[in-house]
């Protein structure tokens, strides 16, 4: 008869010493994305057993980042409320000889006592899902202290016994793990556990192959979300950060979590380090910024614009260049720096010197006479079908006949005065046509 099979179960188990680096959101991703394919648990596990480096504010931030990812856990852990079940353990150890008290100098000529583990010393070999076999020989590593205390245990044994105990099936974790693995195997082996299978995922590098730092820029999960990114778009990056499907052009970039659940291959994970491509991540956040329906982007887009301290005195201009602006944007918060950059022209009417209207050695009566057929065309145009392309539709013939610059830059500039705007057939179409008549009226009185 087949034995039942194991059930999956996996954990993140964040130090709380820092916010959610994005290489944490990444490991706690592809641990969530294992379970929810093997119909596993995930773990959330703070280890916090470090009094002096961990900090609420982490903590805090961590699961605030997680869940934002909608990365939620099925069971949560809090090292720093499990002393009592370390301390069996340690107890333990020290009965059956894995383990000894051990009274060391301490500085000053004080002695103080350690928990150290009786290392077998031998040659330890775990098979790495992603890595194949690894040994170690583990002779160098001495005996290790594993508490310092039997109420203050250190990082492996905590590890160890929180692996054994909430059974966890597999351990996927960062590269930088890989040289722990033999100490931790030891004490598994020692408390009497199974061994989990490992999985040792490979670096985030920066693009200069660097290990991804501060220096490279934003590296905590909240700071991608002040700035403007989706949660979705961020789950999206990092789950080919390091994995790829199998056949793939670049509108295959874009993966919902669903498609990631049904074609991700832990086997398949790179050895090698994963390059943190910033444009790789906007240009997929604005994918993800153009699915948002309609009427929500418009209320996002305004709440940045507001919270930036612009404001939006015309809702139907406002209206008209939402489109315009999810053109121009990869993050939600670029959008108010377009608004102020682009379209403060439909907030007040220009301002501008009237010679500015005029194009290099154009003139000004022969601007005087391009602009009033502007207006006479405009005129024409029925209000329903006010539109950037049936502007540009019958201004364009005009302005190829006469010659480009002199029409486009004076029908631009009337309506904007701004440097840089969109095109004069776009500006009309955002300013409507009434504003539009305003405007080019005004630059024809100006020009004498
Ligand atoms: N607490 C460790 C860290 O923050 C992770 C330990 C593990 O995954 O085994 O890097």
Request: net charge negative.
């Amino acid at each position: 008869m087949n034995s039942p099979v194991k059930q999956i179960r996996v954990r993140i188990a964040p130090s709380p010493t820092g916010s959610l680096h994005i290489g944490t959101a990444r490991t706690a991703l592809f641990n969530y994305i294992f379970a929810k394919q093997q119909s596993g648990v995930f773990i959330i596990r703070i280890e916090d057993t470090d009094k002096e480096r961990s900090k609420k504010e982490f903590e805090d931030n961590i699961l605030d980042g997680l869940s934002w990812l909608k990365i939620k856990p099925d069971e949560f852990y809090r090292q720093s409320e499990r002393t009592e079940i370390y301390k069996k353990y340690i107890e333990k150890l020290i009965a059956d000889g894995s383990a000894y008290i051990s009274k060391e100098e301490a500085g000053e000529g004080k002695r103080s006592e350690v928990i150290r583990f009786k290392n077998p010393n031998k040659a330890v070999t775990f098979n790495d899902i992603i890595r194949g076999p690894i040994t170690f020989e583990t002779k160098d590593l001495g005996d290790f202290v594993i508490a310092k205390d039997l109420d203050t245990p250190l990082y492996h044994l905590a590890v160890v016994v929180d692996d054994h105990e909430m059974k966890i099936s597999h351990v996927i974790r960062g590269e930088d793990h890989i040289s722990n693995t033999p100490r931790q195997i030891m004490l598994l082996e020692a408390i009497g556990a199974n061994i989990p299978t490992y999985a040792h995922l490979p670096l985030i590098l920066a693009p200069d192959k660097s290990k991804l730092s501060k220096r490279h820029g934003a590296i905590a999960v909240t700071e991608y979300r002040e700035n403007g990114f989706l949660p979705e778009a961020i789950v999206n990056f990092l789950a080919i950060l390091g994995w790829s499907p199998q056949s793939r052009g670049e509108e295959e970039n874009v993966l919902s979590f669903e498609d990631v659940v049904e074609k991700f291959e832990l086997e398949k994970v790179s050895k090698s380090g994963a390059v943190f491509d910033i444009k790789k991540l906007e240009w997929i956040n604005k994918q993800y910024i153009k699915k948002i329906p309609q009427e929500d982007l418009r209320e996002i887009i305004r709440e940045k614009i507001l919270t930036w301290g612009l404001s939006i005195s015309n809702e139907e201009m406002f209206v008209r260049s939402i489109p315009l602006i999810t053109e121009k944007i990869s993050t939600l918060n670029e959008a108010s720096a377009v608004w102020q950059e682009e379209l403060l022209f439909l907030e007040k009417s220009p301002k501008y010197d009237v010679e500015k209207l005029i194009w290099k050695d154009e003139g000004v009566f022969k601007t005087k006479e391009n602009l009033s057929k502007i207006l006479e065309i405009i005129q024409m145009i029925d209000s329903s079908e006010f539109s950037a392309e049936r502007i540009k539709e019958l201004i364009f013939p005009f302005a190829d006949s006469v010659g480009r610059g002199g029409v486009l830059w004076p029908m631009r500039f009337s309506l904007t005065g701004q440097e840089k705007s969109p095109d004069p057939f776009m500006s009309a179409y955002l300013l409507g046509k009434d504003e539009s008549i305003l405007r080019i009226s005004q630059a024809v009185n100006l020009l004498k």
